[in-house]
């Protein structure tokens, strides 16, 4: 009996001969000296081969475990670590872990190796992970907040995959008492969901640390009522740390906020703050010298945070931009270097390993601006920021799951760059990585999942390049009014991209009996392979559509009434997709900021009607302006997502 592929790989599996039958009853032991820690993994290995084989196995603990045969033994050798052993006989099994987490993983991969029978190969196994900590950074601020369930089942897979730490993206959707009006349209978590939260984590062996947004990416506050004059510039988007009230609110803010945490740690973020000493801080960025706003700014956050406990946690990329003052911060302050593009200075983290500064590696699932993550990007943006964390020494790897724009990327499409992640920050070599990843997640031995996701993730081209997200995406929510990015796509691509698509979505549909376990992401693999191919059909006829507003003699009654056909089933296409969309954003989320999101769908379904009207007509707009690059695709979005909220 061969042993099954295990994610993350283990770093040393002994195969035996023979195998261990479990069968109802087989008790779980548990030692003399167990804690309330050891006792609530034995009750998840007990509940998962319940779920997994339908076995009721009892737990017992005993003042000698070894007597007891046959029996799943668990125990503990420390109060710290991750390391952990298995060895599996005919006769039992004994797990020992070198801390209550080691203990947790270890369970976590025996789940892994039992197979549909209830049978265990003998084997002998140990490991223990390259970096300390390894986590997920979920975006619930830019559109989408996740129900409750939801973020369980994101920690039951942090813990199948051994990935000990999630984080929450707050900017503005947490319930402020003292400041209501703050995330009050966007569905905004309450403390008691995350103190039940923060339990489960812990219970689950993954530590819930706060995260929340304390200088830029302030606009959602700062556009409200009574809160401008906090503001650096008129811009509304980053807090002036000038003024004395920015920090009587942020204390405000922690003292609700950091109570629902046991984490020693905390993510304050302060990234890209564009416009940081050009307004209300001029005066103070010319007394204290390029950066010293920002400097001086964390120096007061860290202040507040330990107030609580807190130890704070900043994006690198504004300490990047001085890097001669990266010495200036104090020693506790934490880095987290980011970049999601595959190409990347990845050993720049070395500033930070010389100045022996602590720091986290952070690439991204390449899931926000797109339909589907654009896999290949993410796969290289993993593993490239973990080599370079484990060459310069770093603290850990955190994936980040944004949510740019809406976050209409699904849930479900993100659990492969999760996955990743767990395999390279752990240490394991990826060689089986699609059969482990679709077995422990999914229930399918056959790698069929993940192939799905390599194959559905390959494909954006549509002839043209955008930053930082997929062309399809672009062309998906297009205006055909100005028809940006539409005049961008070309006829070879978008066939290719056609072609291919067509191939997936039949392998997506003939897949899921593999996805027993998480239908509900067939569904989302489904919809998004649906989206993709309306987004190439669009380009195609909205192309000919802008040829015929250029030169309209190009087209007879025939042909216009014939397109005018298609664009006007294209509309009522794209309409059925966003309810699609709405089912399956509220399967797993609150209702948040999901007008706005359907608002973009439907202003896009509405141009296809226009122009459809309007070749009927035979009444041409006048020409839409050549396209000037993609270069400020950001503008681009951001003036098109405020319009909305108009």
Known sequence: MRLPSIIPTPKRVCPGSGSLRLRDGLPIVLGPDSTDADFATARALRARLHE???LGLPIETHTHPDRVSPSLALRREGDAGEAYRI???EKGAELVGTGPAGLRWAVETLAQIVDSRGRIACCEIED???????????DVSRGKVPTLETLRTVVDNCARLKLNVLMLYVEHTFRFRRHPAIGAEASPLEAETLRELDTYAAECGVELIPSLQSLGHMDHVLNLPGYSHLAETPSNWTLAPSVPETYAFLGDLYDEFLPNFRSGLF???CDETFDLGSGRSAKMQQELGPGGPFLSHVKRIRDLARGHGKRIMIWADMPHAHPERISEFDDDVVFLDWWYEAACDYDRVKRFAEDGRDFLVCPGTSSWNCLFPRVDNALENVQ???????RHGALGLLITDWGDFGHYNLQGNSWLGYAWAAEQAWGGDGADFDRAFSRAIFGDASGTA????????AVHDAGFAVFNGSPLQFLFFDDLATGFFVQGARRGPLGRAERRLA??????EAARPRFRRETLTWQELLYAADASIFAVHKARSGGEYLAWRRRPARLDGRARRK??????????EQRALGRRLQRLWLARSRSSNLALTLGRLRRSARSLAAAARALEKNRPPPPPPPHPGYGDVGAVLGAAWASLGD
């Open 384 to 390: 490239r920021w973990a080599d370079a964390g484990k």
């Open 128 to 138: 223990a992970p390259d970096l300390a900590l390894r986590g997920i950074m979920l």
């Open 503 to 508: 191939r997936v979505r039949e392998r997506i």
């Open 563 to 572: 397109l005018a056909r298609h664009l006007r089933g294209l509309a009522d």
């Open 87 to 89: 060895a599996v006989g």
């Open 267 to 269: 993510n304050a973020n």
């Open 450 to 457: 993940t192939r799905l996701y390599r194959e559905l993730g």
């Open 52 to 54: 997994d084989l339908g």
